[in-house]
């Protein structure tokens, strides 16, 4: 078998002791992340930016696509454009908003594809092993080998550009190392006790992948998790750049940043608007996984 | 060792294989040719050119075709670019993507390791918190953002460097700090943690008990876990970076093969897309292989197999 | 923690030292001592330099500075002799005898009639498979030839001595000295052809007749051309060297150029000329002028029902706010279209635009949504269509004003947006509704924008007109030698084709440089040809004689 990482885990008492205690690994987990006052602030940053962007755009006194002849570039609080109007003479505030929630449902939906596709993949290559599991990481090399964005623009150029793809797409691109590290996380996972136990005890395969294997992946995977919803957004924007992304007059944080990058000196607000959501939002994903890792992981105690 | 690596090499060709294949019949499946213009072009003439580069054979001969030629080390000739070969293409765009890419890797791989380090010694302190904010800044802000931020300060404001091309090796610095920047953070965050994980592992515990100086324990022992996980991003890090060479090429108008691939996937010239993609995907795939081979030599307990 | 130091201290110690090296001027391409170089912007990569396998402006900006056809562009893009010093007409208009000028290739061979006979031989050869061939059908049994169904020799081409051409023609071609400096008739070197075959092109094998020849050519980075001493009219010639770089972006060149890195370049985000005009901008570097290029709107009448009512087509047209899209969005100076013709075409003058184009939108908005009404769509029945527009950063940023026109009128349209190369298929094609498509003129004459609304064009007449009455005008054009008859048949076409509206006009095109107000002799004009050899710097002697 190749490329297999025969890892003893250092964790293995603790885990085991985990294991053991069943929930209460998670009611303290959830006391710590409690404590966190960077994640706690950014859990409350993001509500209000999700709750936002849900209904945010249904309050601005212009629609998303409404153009206004007279307002073209116009600069922030002219004519009620709070933060002013682009170089169509559409609201930002609004726009912003529309693009916020298309970035957000674009990273948490291609995350949760990366998710389930690569939890599944990885943790039944990694717990099976053998043939099955050199077949599968093989075909997921053969994927890797091939340059992310070749990919996208190939699938763009294939099928035409719609939203939905651009959720498929990214996310049948970011599993793959999601499936690389839950594979590794498995592989070591199945050399502990208390896998042996739950063997000796009658379990089949398929029940201790997902009762015991899956949840103890969790650590890893919300880590990994929460580089990857920045990630996604981040690559939609770069779709955006190539002009690849959503199609006008929908939008999103990326097309907004790519537009604004072009206008820059002439329309600063078109950047800095943007590109603040952006970070504050990316941000607030990091710092709440950071938290999430801390409080699950019981080791920086 | 050795025979690890034979066998890895007939995997990779197969691996390979596959890549030219799923590209091949992609590529074709898109709509557009590489002789679509806005100007008219007499049926006659549209079939003189397919003929000339045999895109008039049905799509499996051609298919065996390229394979056939490609395992001779035979690219073909470029659709768009009549004078040239694909090979030439590569041949003169590489050099500067290599450069680009390698400088940016070595850059990010130094910071990186620094700030992770740096941060997971100090965790908590405010010089952690700094770091940790920066390197999330650093994904956060997509480059073409940070790239023409830095040319205005750099080159527009100070003047200090050019704000394109290559003709001295000043021409080199945005480029690479532009790309470099998503990989320092990466890093130096992929480095606090393992580093984070490593100190509090039991090995560690036993060096400090074994009362072993501060600095011997970090160096010797947790970096040393803490990089293993570093390596295994080698792989993710090279397609990274080719994916950042696309728009950094585009920005700073550097003659590098990511804004030749671009332009080529656009335009349909089937051939330089394939050409580029086998020489990306052997380089992904060859920096996988290098990856396991480092992480065994680093890790005793990893084994090739 | 000492490796952490020095490693900091390593970084901080090379920032220092770039820090250090402020350089005083801009940092430019290298430039032999002595001499003047031009560094110029040149938009993209050549796919070529040998001149039957090229149809871009990119390529003709270089090719045009190597290489000199029968005519060419003056300094203000008008054509004027070029190898040929005179020619003489037969009465009929169809045949053409050049006498050429005694001139050397750029190795010391002369340059004869045989090479042009040869070059236009190998531009319709079937083999050579060029794109733009096309273009020179007018040539007696060109497209027979082209077709392969005609031997080479066929060719209504003739050398009748060393420095005498004859070209026969199918149908008088009164453009033709306008044509004859194009890059489809720039002559080729036939002992160097002969001898390396398509490989000639190559920078080491490259033999050319112009002003200047070809140095370098490193691949996606610059092409490098240096004064060719051999040139017949050499010592009018400023500069030594240009350097041409493909600047896809117009936004780093546009960088670029005010850094004075870059002289020239021949691009400028439209959206960015207002801003770049205000006089804490560059003012001075900005250079537009009316170009021979129309944006316009194809309604697919095959196959969208609609589109086959005129009043329909008419509704829509009328509803396009044209002014808010050139002067608030686009701002470079973009003239509204209400023709298909742009008024700088040569020997030509558009018929008068439709009378709606006078009225306020309001007005033109009650008159659309009355025609709508009368083809039966309204309120209860509104009108739903897809607009399909090419990515492209023009199309782009206007085509959802185009859209929230028609919905002021009460029609829905969706945008769907293509790679350029895609859309254009897909028009072929006939896979769309509304297209947006733009046509810039390969000659400049007025057939080379109404021919593409002639029922024969076929797939490139996007809107399928077919209309006898044009078709019958557009081939007693053809056919009329006499330039002020011809342009009166080709406007009366015109005016037809307009109010049946199978295509609206947005704007007109202009020409968009960048160019360092240090450079001399460079005069905007509608053909954007900006012949290097006329070209200079401020302080070095004047410019080369205009040409004229």
């Not at chain 1, 590794?184 to 006790?193: A, D, N, Y």
């Not at chain 3, 006078?358 to 309120?379: C, F, H, M, S």
Request: charged share 15%; net charge neutral.
């Amino acid at each position: 078998m190749s490329g297999a990482l025969l890892v003893r885990n250092p964790r293995d008492g603790e885990a085991l002791e985990a294991a053991i205690k069943g929930r209460s690994l998670w009611d303290d987990a959830r006391r710590r992340l409690l404590r966190n006052r960077a994640a706690m602030a950014s859990l409350g940053l993001l509500a209000i930016l999700v709750l936002a962007a849900a209904i945010g755009p249904y309050l601005t006194p212009y629609s998303y696509d409404q153009i206004s002849k007279d307002d073209v570039w116009a600069p922030p609080l002219v004519h009620g454009h709070l933060l002013g109007a682009d170089s169509l003479g559409r609201d930002l505030l609004c726009r912003l908003l529309v693009g916020l929630r298309v970035s957000l449902a674009i990273g948490v939906v291609a995350s949760a594809v990366s998710l389930v596709i690569g939890v599944a993949w990885g943790a039944t290559a990694g717990f099976i092993g053998g043939v099955l599991d050199e077949a599968m990481m093989r075909f997921v090399d053969v994927l890797y080998a091939l340059p992310f964005m070749f990919f996208v623009i190939l699938l763009m150029v294939v099928f035409g550009r719609n939203f939905i793809l651009i959720f498929l797409a990214i996310g049948a691109v970011e599993w793959l190392t999601m499936a690389r590290i839950v594979r590794g996380q498995t592989l070591s996972l199945k050399q502990m006790e208390f896998i042996e136990a739950a063997r000796a005890a009658g379990l089949g395969d398929g029940a201790i992948i997902v009762r015991h294997i899956v949840p103890n992946l969790l650590g890893p995977v919300v880590v990994y998790l929460t580089l990857t919803i920045p990630g996604v957004i981040l690559a939609e924007s770069f779709l955006s750049f190539l002009g690849l992304g959503v199609q006008e007059p929908l939008t999103s944080l990326g097309v907004l940043i790519s537009n604004g990058a072009i206008s820059m000196d002439q329309a600063p607000w078109l950047l800095v608007f943007p590109s603040l959501t952006m970070i504050v939002a990316l941000m607030a994903f990091n710092f709440i996984g950071d938290g999430l890792r801390d409080a699950i992981d019981p080791k920086d105690r | 060792m050795l025979r690890f690596l034979l066998r890895r090499l007939l995997v990779a060709l197969p691996t390979l294989f596959l890549v030219v294949t799923l590209a091949f019949f992609m590529m074709r499946a898109a709509p557009g040719g590489p002789f679509e213009t806005n100007r008219k072009l007499p049926p006659e003439v549209e079939q003189n050119l397919k003929a000339k580069y045999g895109l008039d054979r049905p799509l499996g001969v051609q298919y065996l075709g390229y394979l056939a030629n490609v395992a001779r080390g035979d690219l073909g000739p470029s659709l768009k670019y009549p004078d040239r070969s694909v090979l030439d293409i590569i041949r003169q765009g590489f050099p500067t993507s290599l450069r680009l890419g390698v400088s940016a890797l070595t850059l990010g791989g130094v910071l990186g390791l620094c700030f992770g380090v740096f941060g997971a010694l100090r965790q908590n302190s405010p010089a952690d918190y700094a770091i940790t904010t920066l390197a999330v800044l650093g994904v956060c802000i997509p480059t073409f953002v940070t790239g023409p931020l830095l040319v205005l300060v750099f080159a527009s404001w100070l003047g200090w460097l050019p704000t394109g091309g290559l003709d001295d090796v000043r021409g080199y610095v945005l480029p690479v700090v532009v790309l470099a920047l998503p990989q320092v953070a990466i890093i130096s965050r992929l480095t606090r943690a393992g580093m984070v994980e490593a100190m509090a592992s039991n090995h560690v515990r036993t060096a400090r008990a074994r009362g072993l100086p501060e600095r011997s324990v970090v160096l010797n022992h947790a970096l040393r876990g803490a990089v293993l996980p570093l390596v295994s991003y080698l792989g993710p890090a090279a397609a990274g970076l080719i994916t950042g060479s696309l728009v950094v090429e585009r920005l700073f108008t550097l003659p590098g093969l990511g804004k030749a691939f671009v332009v080529s996937a656009l335009q349909r010239d089937y051939t330089v897309v394939m050409g580029v993609v086998i020489l990306y995907a052997s380089l992904v795939i060859g920096l996988n292989l290098l990856a396991e081979v480092i992480q065994s030599l680093l890790d005793p307990r990893v084994k090739l197999s | 923690m000492r490796p952490l130091l020095a490693a900091f201290a390593a970084l901080g110690l090379s920032a220092l030292i770039l820090a250090g090296c402020k350089p005083e001027r801009p940092l430019r391409a290298s430039c032999p001592a002595h001499s003047l170089c031009l560094e110029a912007g040149n938009v993209s990569e050549p796919v070529s330099l040998d001149p039957p396998k090229t149809t871009g402006t990119w390529e003709d900006r270089i090719m045009g500075d190597t290489t000199i056809g029968l005519t060419q562009s003056s300094a203000a893009g008008r054509p004027v002799p070029g190898m040929a010093t005179s020619w003489d007409v037969s009465p009929d208009g169809l045949v053409w005898t050049f006498h050429l000028r005694k001139a050397l290739w750029s190795d010391g061979v002369p340059v004869t009639a045989n090479d042009f006979v040869f070059s236009l031989r190998r531009l319709m050869d079937p083999r050579t498979a060029s794109e733009y061939a096309y273009l020179l059908y007018f040539i007696r049994n060109a497209e027979a030839v082209n077709e392969g169904k005609a031997p080479l020799s066929a060719l209504g081409v003739a050398a009748l001595d060393d420095h005498t051409l004859q070209l026969t023609l199918t149908h008088p071609v009164p453009y033709l000295p306008e044509i004859g400096k194009h890059q489809t008739f720039y002559p080729t070197p036939q002992h160097v052809v002969e001898r390396w075959g398509d490989a000639w092109s190559r920078p080491e094998h490259y033999v050319s007749n112009g002003p200047f020849k070809l140095a370098r050519w490193a691949f996606g980075d610059h092409i490098t051309v240096v004064k060719n001493p051999l040139f017949y009219d050499a010592r009018s010639v400023c500069l030594d060297q240009i350097d041409y770089y493909p600047t896809s972006d117009a936004i780093a060149a546009e960088r670029r150029v005010r850094r004075g890195e870059l002289d020239t370049n021949a691009d400028i985000q439209s959206n960015r000329i207002a801003f770049l005009r205000q006089p804490d901008q560059i003012p001075a570097y900005v250079h537009t002028h009316t170009y021979l290029g129309v944006a316009y709107l194809a309604f697919n009448s095959r196959d969208v029902a609609a589109f086959r009512d005129r009043r329909v087509r008419l509704a829509l047209d009328m509803a396009i706010d044209r002014d808010f899209i050139t002067r608030k969005l686009l701002r470079g100076g973009q003239v509204p279209a209400y023709t298909f013709t742009p008024p700088a075409v040569a020997n030509y003058q558009p018929p008068p635009p439709p009378v709606w184009a006078g009225w306020p939108i309001e007005r033109r908005q009650a008159a659309a949504r009355a025609l709508l009404a009368q083809a039966g769509y309204g309120p209860g029945h509104p009108l739903k269509i897809e607009i399909k527009h090419r990515n492209s950063p023009d199309p782009t940023l206007f085509m959802p004003a185009v859209q929230a026109d028609w919905k002021a009128i009460g029609v829905t349209a969706t945008l769907a947006q293509e790679e350029v190369q895609i859309a254009y298929q897909d028009y072929r094609l006939r896979n769309f509704q509304v297209g947006d498509a733009a046509w810039i003129a390969d000659f400049n004459d007025a057939m080379s924008f109404l021919g593409l609304q002639q029922s024969q064009t076929g797939a490139q007449n996007y809107g399928d007109y077919d209309n006898p009455t044009y078709d019958a005008l557009l081939a007693k054009a053809d056919n009329e030698p006499d330039l002020g008859k011809r342009a009166a048949y080709l406007a009366k076409a015109e005016a037809i084709m307009l109010a049946d509206a199978p295509v609206a006009p947005v704007y007109f095109y202009i020409t968009k440089n960048l160019v360092n107000p240090n450079v001399t002799g460079f005069v905007d004009n509608a053909v954007d040809q900006h012949r290097a050899r006329y070209l200079c710097f401020k302080g070095h002697g004047a410019a080369a004689p205009s040409g004229e």
